[in-house]
């Protein structure tokens, strides 16, 4: 390697650090178990075709995807999409791990996110408090972030293959009694 192509390789670890850092202490995983959520922004972009959207992502998954029937006043959805895992990179998907993030937001900054998981892996959380969720037993928490994060009240649930998961935030904006609402149309 000549010196002109070490110094240009020097010139780009500094930048290949700050992004490494910047994924690491996101806080917020798509496709992960945490119940964490990003600082929402405070001017959401409602998606224009909802229902080709989700035609699309009905397509992705081998469950029926549920949307809710009952959202706070002002809430549209804003982004959906789907996390398919797999063994290894570049094999075969396991679609039998496939999920579903319905991402619903207002002008004010509030988020509510379903995730529709097609694995049954509803496990009650130790500081949960368990709540009916139609004729299902669900769990409810609620979470205190990191200082770049807002805090969360979640709710989970298994309705016979699937797992669902309604998180909202800030709790100012989403309490509890509007999350169950929302979980228990779904």
């Given at each position: 390697?000549?010196?002109?192509?070490?110094?240009?390789?020097?010139?780009?670890?500094?930048?290949?650090?700050?992004?490494?850092?910047?994924?690491?202490?996101?806080?917020?995983?798509?496709?992960?178990?945490?119940?964490?959520?990003?600082?929402?922004?405070?001017?959401?972009?409602?998606?224009?075709?909802?229902?080709?959207?989700?035609?699309?992502?009905?397509?992705?998954?081998?469950?029926?995807?549920?949307?809710?029937?009952?959202?706070p006043?002002?809430?549209?959805l804003?982004?959906?999409?789907?996390?398919?895992?797999?063994?290894?990179?570049?094999?075969?998907?396991?679609?039998?791990?496939?999920?579903?993030?319905?991402?619903?937001?207002?002008?004010?900054?509030?988020?509510?996110?379903?995730?529709?998981?097609?694995?049954?892996?509803?496990?009650?959380?130790?500081?949960?408090?368990?709540?009916?969720?139609?004729?299902?037993?669900?769990?409810?928490?609620?979470?205190?972030?990191?200082?770049?994060?807002?805090?969360?009240?979640?709710?989970?649930?298994?309705?016979?293959s699937?797992?669902?998961?309604?998180?909202?935030?800030?709790?100012?904006?989403?309490?509890?009694?509007?999350?169950?609402?929302?979980?228990?149309?779904?």
């Open positions: 390697m000549n010196e002109r192509q070490d110094r240009h390789r020097g010139s780009f670890v500094p930048l290949l650090v700050v992004l490494m850092l910047t994924l690491i202490t996101s806080g917020c995983r798509m496709n992960g178990r945490e119940n964490t959520m990003p600082t929402p922004s405070p001017t959401p972009t409602p998606i224009a075709d909802q229902a080709e959207v989700l035609r699309r992502v009905q397509g992705e998954v081998p469950f029926p995807v549920k949307e809710p029937a009952y959202l006043p002002g809430y549209t804003a982004d959906a999409g789907t996390t398919i895992p797999t063994s290894s990179p570049g094999l075969t998907p396991i679609i039998e791990e496939a999920e579903v993030h319905l991402k619903y937001t207002n002008h004010r900054g509030g988020m509510i996110v379903i995730t529709e998981t097609a694995l049954a892996l509803t496990v009650q959380q130790h500081d949960a408090t368990p709540v009916p969720i139609n004729s299902n037993n669900g769990w409810l928490e609620m979470s205190e972030m990191a200082p770049d994060t807002q805090a969360t009240v979640t709710v989970t649930w298994s309705e016979g699937v797992t669902y998961r309604v998180s909202g935030s800030p709790p100012e904006q989403v309490n509890s009694d509007e999350l169950l609402k929302v979980a228990r149309s779904i």
